[in-house]
């Protein structure tokens, strides 16, 4: 691989767009393509098919092999709530490789020290979330347990293409936010985007337990099809 | 720590600009029950370091023997490592799995 190849891969990753590189298996010769020329490229469909499912693959074309690469952005956690429980989920979210924001706008708890090295907003999130880019990449997770905070989160989330959005809180607190979104005009189908109560079922109880268990939730969301089986 | 592949390039390319011989190993095809998916990869430095993983640690040595050998040469190399592998009993996979495996260096 060439060291600019390199570097523009690298670019491209930190700038979260999705890149697909193809090799030649015979002589290592490569190229990257951007996703908006997928059409035009001589191996169209094996490219389209490796940017829908995120899987690389080695494919044939004219009696050479060629391996394409894809790469997509880094999934990033968007925590609403500076609170206990995302102090425990940031050190564990970058060991899975994933960035997190959080955005708080209670400055008392969206402090430096209480995250240092994070990318932190004290601010509503009706203010900042648009500017966020959420996209297909990006797992939105409400821990504030205060709908004034949650709620504009939660509605910006359900118009974007989050993978996975989750909401702390009692199955009861849980059916009056349903019922706020359905006053609101959420379809039942939208609401049923949200993973609520948050986290995989498993007794979680401390703050790194629940941090652990919406870890895990968020995982099964990227890997498993609806019904359970491997995607 | 570097959790992925995609980390591992940064790596690789810090690797380079700071001026050591960079080979990446990346597991192109696989049969039956393969440790680690295709697109996973290792980066080899000249001295034999190396980072990420293309087997879970079943051929990671065969494949910095392979890597060395393609950052002396500059020619890249595709390697297969499995059970219907003659070197099976050294380096074979313990799971009965078979992978392809493209080593290049950075040029």
Known sequence: MKLATLTALNETRRARRAALLVTSVADGSERLVDPSAIASDQLAAPLDLALRTGKSALVEEGGAQFFISVQTPPLRILCIGAVHISQALVPMARMLGHDVIIVDPRTAFATPERFPDVVLHAEWPDLVLPSLGIDRYTAVVLLTHDPKIDDPALHFALKSDSFYIGALGSRKTHGKRVERLQVLGFSAETIARIHAPIGLNMGAVSPAEIALSILGEITASLRLKPDGSRA | ?107
């Open chain 2, 1 to 107: 720590m570097r959790a992925n592949d995609e980390d591992i390039l940064a790596s690789a390319e810090e690797w380079r600009r700071a001026g050591r011989d960079v080979a990446i190993a990346t597991v192109v095809e696989t049969w039956g029950s393969a440790p680690r998916p295709v697109g996973s990869r290792l980066v080899i430095d000249g001295d034999g370091n190396f980072l990420g993983s293309v087997s879970g640690g079943c051929v990671e040595g065969a494949v910095v023997t392979e890597a060395l050998d393609v950052i002396g040469s500059g020619a890249p190399k595709l390697v297969s490592f499995g059970v219907a592998d003659e070197t099976a009993w050294q380096v074979g996979l313990s799971c009965g799995g078979r992978i392809s495996v493209f080593v290049e260096k950075v040029a």
